[in-house]
Structure formats: structure tokens, C-alpha cells
DNA sequence: GGGATATTGTTAGGGTCCTAACATTCTATT
DNA sequence: AATAGAATGTTAGGACCCTAACAATATCCC
């Protein structure tokens, strides 16, 4: 079976509402879902996943950070937060204590594994992001900095 | 309490590695998460998730095309789609027969109900993606658009 | 001191996404 | 015809991500 052809003209990746002229919401949603792939087949030999990989970028960037912090960084929910951290502890990669003061807030940091599985990472992560922006000029790389930062803010 | 301030310096969405000079990947993930949380906020009064009203859509425009299909054009792996459209198919929104010569292949089709949910959902989703784009410029939003076709296939 | 208010973190449940392993059906080759 | 190969769809298990409701802690204000 060479591909039953179900329906007569289903459009490859760069064909008709997949390619450049299709909706901007769509475009978004199928780059992100792509590189997200890109990212987990990369990191699947550290087995790290890529929202993981954000948190321990995030508690290495600002150590003693507390959950609620994290959430606000990463533009997650409380309760998303707490099945990666709780997913990163139990694997070793970080510790949570309570903030010797104030009772209730859990302050992340790395442990020497974490650190060190990091760094491993970032290596790895780099060099795929370096790709992503290879074919672009440097106005074209400005224009799409600007616009992914205002998308992520409102509209 | 009004931000017991565990860390000393955390940047806000527009700051530090948050902003445009941030890493590609990660703007790219931040992007994402904000335009699917305001598309599930605008499509959840019809109870609509965003990967339902795109599998919609894609009935919608290709009738009769399989779930094998679906998931090529989605990025998804079958098993995905299987839970999508087991979803959309108890909601009423579509049906799914099977193939009267190739026994196995599952023909998907909307019905009224979905044809209604799709119509009204386009209209909403389509409103908030002009925003997306208001303030680039039209070579701006070409580099951006060749950038996210790019960037969906290969790097 | 004693609330109203706000923040933090937790729990429960549903939808999305993956990999891995599998059964079924069809095509191609021998 | 018989077998190998390829495509379809299914199941099981895990990680992510959300909303909603809740418990615990800290601040503000009277």
C-alpha cells in the first residue's frame, strides 16, 4: 500500500494554507510544534524534555527562585509547575526548601547533577538553535525577534 | 502580601533574555503558549479546544480524508489524533466511517453540528489573528512569515 | 489585636502530546 | 497463491498544560 490517496489534493508542508501565505495563528502553531520535536529528539539522550530543559535554564539563571516565580517566567500555571519540579526532584536534578522566613514559598536551586546535566543541554540546544536562524538576513532576524516578543506579550 | 521578592532581580516578559535579544527557541516557545492561551480563552465559551477547531478546520476544507491524513497535515502522531477526534466524534461534531473498499481507512466528515462550531469559531479566531499582525510592516510580516514556514520544516 | 486581602502551593480531573508495541488491512513480489 | 512489506488505526503509559477549588501563610488596615 504506496499511500491510498483518500482525498485527491491534501497539500504538503509548503503547499496552500501550510506554506507562507497561510493564517499567521497556523504558521505559529506548526513551527512551534516542529521545533518542540526538534527539541525533544535532541534532548531525549539526556532524558530531559524540553519544558525541563526551560525550568533548569530558569532556576540556573536565578537560583533560590520559588515556584510561583517560575510559573510567571515560563507563562505556566502554578499547577503545570509543580509536575515539572516535581519530575525534576525526583529525578535529582534540583532541591526544594522552605524559605527559612517566609513559611510557605519553596525555593528551587540545582543540584551538582542538575548543573551538570544543564550544561549538558544547553550545548546540545544551541547548536540546533543556531540552525533556526541560518537562511535569515539580519533585518529579517530583527523582524521576526520583534514580532515573536510582541506575540508573547499581547497581540 | 504584595511579592515577597525571593529573588533580587527576575526581569518581566520584556526584559533580559524575556525580550527580543532572548533565544530564538525560547521566544518561540513564549509565543506559542500566549497565542494558545488566548485562543483558548476565545473559543472556550464554544467549548472548543484549540487543536479541535484545527482538526475542524481541516475536515472542514478536506472531507472525507482519513486520520492518517489528519495527522500529517496537523504534525501529529496518529495516536494524537485518535484522542481528537474521539473527543469531536462524542461532542457530535463529526463522524467517522469507515472506507467502503479499503476496509481499515476511517473516512472523517463534519456534520451540521461541526459544520456550525467550525463557522463560528473561524470568525472568532480569525478576529483575534488580525491583531497578530497590526503592527508589522508588510516586509516585516513577510520575513516572519518565511521564517515560521522555515522553521516548521526542517531548521 | 483582628479581620479583609493577596500570594503561595496543592489536589482533582480533563484534554493534548509523545513513544512503544500491536493487530488489521492492503499492495507488491515471488 | 503465499509471503513480505507498508500503511492504517488502537492501546497503554508517561509528561505537559489547563481550570477550579482549596489550604496555608503573610501583609495591610482598622
Redo the contacts between chains.
Keep these: 500500500m504506496r499511500k ?1 490517496a ?2 485527491p ?2 497539500p504538503g ?2 503547499e496552500g ?23 525533544e529528539h535532541a534532548l531525549a539522550e539526556f532524558a530531559v524534555t ?1 519544558p525541563q530543559f ?1 525550568a533548569l535554564t530558569m532556576i540556573g ?6 515556584s510561583a ?1 517560575l510559573a ?2 515560563s ?2 500555571t502554578p499547577a503545570t509547575v509543580a509536575g515539572i519540579v516535581a519530575n525534576l526532584k525526583r529525578a535529582g536534578a534540583l532541591t526544594a526548601r522552605r ?1 527559612p522566613v ?1 513559611g510557605r ?1 519553596l ?1 528551587l536551586a540545582l543540584t551538582a547533577k542538575g548543573n551538570a546535566q544543564l550544561a549538558r543541554c544547553k550545548r546540545r ?2 547548536s ?2 543556531a ?6 538576513s539580519p ?2 532576524e ?12 499581547a ?1
Tied chains: 1, 2.
Design positions: 491510498p483518500t482525498s489534493s491534501i508542508l509548503g494554507q501550510r506554506g507562507e501565505a497561510g493564517h499567521l495563528g497556523y504558521l505559529l502553531r506548526q513551527a512551534s510544534l516542529a521545533w518542540r520535536a526538534r527539541m524540553p526551560a539563571a536565578y537560583p533560590g527562585l520559588s516565580d510567571r517566567l507563562l505556566l524559605h517566609h514559598i525555593q540546544v544551541y540546533l538553535e540552525r533556526l536562524a541560518e537562511d535569515l533585518a529579517e530583527k523582524a521576526v525577534r520583534r514580532w515573536l516578543a510582541l506575540a508573547a506579550r497581540g
